[in-house]
């Protein structure tokens, strides 16, 4: 978590899709760069399930930044901390009985924030994973806002596949509390990698205290969530993931994201155990979108591993030069 100061923005009285209305919602953010005279130049990260307020220095280090990808000298980067999210943003109850909370709530709550801010119009909206349902939604609730829109390693709906590890994740916290959102973690990080990096990087090595060294590194990572996250943020977050549908009541997805009138881009991952790359290609295809991919061996994670690859996708969307060396290539046409 970064110690950089969040800023809020308060919100009265929001209604949530199930009806529920909060009569409070503080929305902590960061900004980045200043909103340029015609107030037509920011750029929105959304982050990802265990993510934060802060892109720019934190989860996409890298990318954002005097001289980098998106240059904080010409874009004003906002990046919010979603509705659901334990990291500055409040208002919405968490545990039993509350209140379910979707990436449609998610993004009107953060066009409120934009339409205070000011801005006129956004260059870029952006995300990977849960970061890019959110994109998704952004690109189809408010179709004419958006210059560009650029999802990572995310599905137009979340499949049967994602909701059943979800369940799995759930019942862990369910069953075990905290302890069972050690499990959970432990349980997705073998999804967010893939088997041939776990090899490369572990094989049958065994630690000091006798353990296999993979056995070691996700424990590691489930203590490490532990201390940074509380179990009814992930619980919120991970019914948000299921609730994703793009196309619901508004004629499936392909007809949900023609509507939106900029540029639309997605960019799989070859090995990616949650949301493999057939299926970004497929709803990029029927959306008259854009696809990419970037290749690694880290698998779903690439999105949050890869700055470089990242960043230049980035900068291809928002009509920048390419450079070469990095081999990114898009296939299809632009919507509309």
Sequence with gaps: MSDRTLRQHRVADFRLECGVVL??????????????????????????????ADAVEGWWKGVFGP??????????????????????????????????VTPRDQVRLVRRLVDDLGAKQVALATG???????????????????????CFAAPAAHTAHAIGLNQ????????????????????????YRTPAELQMRFGRDVADDGRYQIQSYLTHQGEKLR???????????????DAHDVGEGRGGAAAALRSFRGRLIGVG????LLYPPEEVRAWTMAAGGEYAEIHSIHGHDAFLLEPARVGEILRIALGEPAEAETGIALAGGIAG
């Design 67 to 100: 001289g980098l990808a998106i240059d904080t000298d010409r874009y004003a980067v906002l990046c919010p901390n979603l509705l659901g999210s334990c990291y500055g943003t409040t208002g919405l109850p968490k545990g039993p009985g509350a209140p379910k």
């Design 128 to 150: 990977g994973s849960l970061g890019g349902m959110v994109a998704l939604e952004w690109a189809a609730s408010f179709p004419t806002l958006t210059r560009s829109v650029v």
């Design 227 to 241: 201390a940074r996250l509380d179990a009814g943020t992930y619980l919120a977050l991970i019914d948000a993931m």
């Design 23 to 52: 009569p409070e919602v503080v929305q902590a953010y960061h900004l980045d760069g200043e909103l340029n005279a015609a107030r037509d130049n920011l750029v929105l990260p959304f982050h990802s399930l265990t993510g934060n």
């Design 168 to 191: 799995v994740q759930r019942r862990a916290i369910e069953i075990g509390g905290d302890q069972g959102l050690e499990l959970a973690r432990m349980a997705a990080m073998l999804t």
């Design 269 to 272: 991952i070859p090995g990616d």
